[in-house]
Every structure is written in C-alpha cells, then in structure tokens.
C-alpha cells in the first residue's frame, strides 16, 4: 500500500505544486471519479482531457453559487454538453478524486487556486484496499442521486444570488508565509 502526503511546501520553487503534478499522474489515461463541491471549469476542462472518462458529484448549488454569472453561464453549457456524467449531491463537501488504483483525498478544492495557489493537505493513496472503498462510496452516492436537468440548473440560476467578492485592501497580519502562487 502506497500513502503519500501531499502539501505545498514553502522550501519547494515557486510553480511547481504538488497536488497538480500527483493529480495529472493519476488521472492520465484512466476513468475518473470525482467528489467536490468547488471547481474551476479551467482547471476541470484541462484535467479531464488527460482521461479517458469521468463522472462527477458535486454540490451543484456550491458550485455554481462559488461563481460570478458568466462563470456560471460557463458550468451551465458543461453540464448541458455532458449529461448524464455530472450528479448533484447536496451538501457534499468531500474532495476526493478517484482513479484506477490511486486516489487523492483531502482539502484542496478542484480550483487552480486550490491546487496550485493555497496551503492545503492531501493524502495520495495507491494499491491498497481503501482505494476499493473510495469507489463504492462513489458508486454508492452515485446509485443515490440522478442526472442533473438543465431546467432545473436553469430555474436555480434565475434565482441564484450574485456571488460578490470581498476585496481588502487591509489585510490581516499573518507571521506565517503562506504559499505565494499566482493563479
């Protein structure tokens, strides 16, 4: 059994994050399962090209409420053009990403902030009995929910509040570092 932790570690030169390395090592060629709540549709367009297949659970209301209204307009067209492989799971907050006989379990949201630009702690899990477990508790919540119907991601956009940032210009003092990425 193969268990690595996977971290943003300070020491380690600036663009290279450890997350988006394992990530695309995993994914590549292989079917993938994904349980996440936040996700970019950049960072997703880009690392589902490397699969061979993939499905999705996701907080659909999260995902689309994370967003400001042409990014949403952009998820709305991905589900539209992928039906069937995307389900809404309410209140899921897992990121897990499930391929093959790998898996990475942890906090970083499928985000290029989360995986590149953000402190964040994931396990990488390979060859090893909890990766079976991972997948029938995908399956499971997969066999759980349905399809996602662009009617009704259309009526929850007609009433979904703009998502509005808050922008500091004062920042809170942190003696630690942090992980400075651009993203």
Not at 16 to 38: H, M, N, Q, T, W
Not at 83 to 101: E, F, L, M, P, Q
Not at 145 to 174: C, F, M, Q, W
């Amino acid at each position: 059994m193969q268990i690595k932790l996977l971290y943003h570690d300070t020491n380690s030169p600036v663009g290279v994050s450890p997350f988006d390395e394992k990530l695309r090592k995993i994914v590549d060629g292989e079917d993938i399962k994904i349980a996440c709540p936040y996700i970019s549709m950049d960072y997703l367009e880009d690392l589902l090209e490397e699969t061979d297949s993939w499905r999705i659970i996701t907080d659909l209301e999260e995902w689309l409420s994370s967003h400001n209204s042409e990014s949403r307009s952009d998820i709305r067209d991905f589900i539209g053009s992928n039906d069937g492989k995307i389900r809404h799971y309410r209140d899921i907050h897992a990121k897990v990403i499930i391929a093959g006989d790998s898996a990475i379990v942890g906090s970083a949201n499928l985000t290029k902030k989360g995986i590149i630009g953000r402190v964040e702690m994931s396990v990488l899990v390979g060859g090893s009995p909890q990766v079976g477990e991972l997948h029938e508790w995908f399956d499971g919540l997969w066999r759980g929910t349905s399809p996602i119907g662009l009617k009704e991601v259309d009526s929850y956009l007609e009433t979904a509040p703009e998502r509005t940032h808050s922008s500091h210009s004062n920042r809170i003092t942190s003696t630690g570092p942090g992980y400075v990425q651009s993203c």
